[in-house]
């Protein structure tokens, strides 16, 4: 079978677009505000799949828009890439009732969506974010905490690439030291992408002594969603 060019892959996810748009597989298209169908560079050699869309990706039709794409992208920026060089996408095209976890019959009716998704992309490196992507698209019933960090070697719809699971980003929203696993495997990307190291980062400037400050309430990430 030859080859699709990059027009032809272009115009295929366009009508898997609108083919996830209408799609009714499951019940979740009838509380959905907008399908989340995926964003990015179809020619992205780096793809991130996520668990489900959340409140405001339910609104504006986009995936990783909240809290937890702004922790993505500054994630991102850590390695020096741009959101606009990856391709993101996730599990489900619809938002869960109150993001309550996927259900087995919801993931079954929608991963269809993705794997043409994949097929369609060809990146070389799929960056699962959490536990539902991850055994997805490993095949495997290993949990994130066990396998996080860990390049996979995969065939995924016909695309040889390599499987690379993370924690969520949310997940840093709730316990900010996870931000710190974060930075480690995402600074593993630049090699795997490229086969080449990444170069480590200039060392912080010295800083100059100050008045120690004073002790103020610790805040409540949880709540107020920071990191």
């Known amino acids: 079978m030859q080859a699709r060019s990059a027009q032809e892959r272009r115009d295929a996810l366009v009508e898997l677009y609108h083919e996830a748009r209408g799609c009714e597989r499951c019940p979740l298209h009838q509380s959905r505000t907008k399908v989340v169908f995926g964003s990015g560079n179809a020619d992205a050699d780096l793809m ?14 986009a995936p990783f828009v909240g809290q937890a794409g702004k922790v993505l992208e500054s994630l991102l920026g850590s390695i020096g890439i741009s959101r606009h060089d990856v391709y993101i996408a996730n599990v489900l095209k619809c938002r869960p009732p109150g993001n309550r976890d996927p259900q087995p019959d919801e993931i079954s009716a929608c991963e269809g969506h993705l794997f043409a998704q994949v097929e369609l992309i060809r990146p070389r ?4 974010l959490g536990n539902f992507a991850t055994k997805l698209l490993s095949g495997q019933p290993h949990g994130i905490t066990r396998v996080h960090g860990r390049a996979q070697p995969r065939r995924i719809a016909g695309v040889d690439l390599v499987l690379y699971p993370i924690f969520h980003p949310a997940a840093a929203l709730y316990t900010p030291a996870m931000m710190d696993t974060l930075r480690a495997d995402f600074a593993k990307l630049p090699e795997l992408l490229t086969g080449v190291p990444a170069a480590p980062p200039p060392p912080p400037p010295v800083a100059r002594e100050a008045p120690a400050p004073v002790a103020e309430p610790e805040p409540e990430y949880a709540q107020l969603g920071l990191f």
Do not use: K, L, N
């Open 125 to 128: 490196v799929i960056c699962t």
């Open 48 to 61: 991130f799949v996520g668990e489900a869309p959340g409140y405001h990706e339910d609104r504006q039709g």
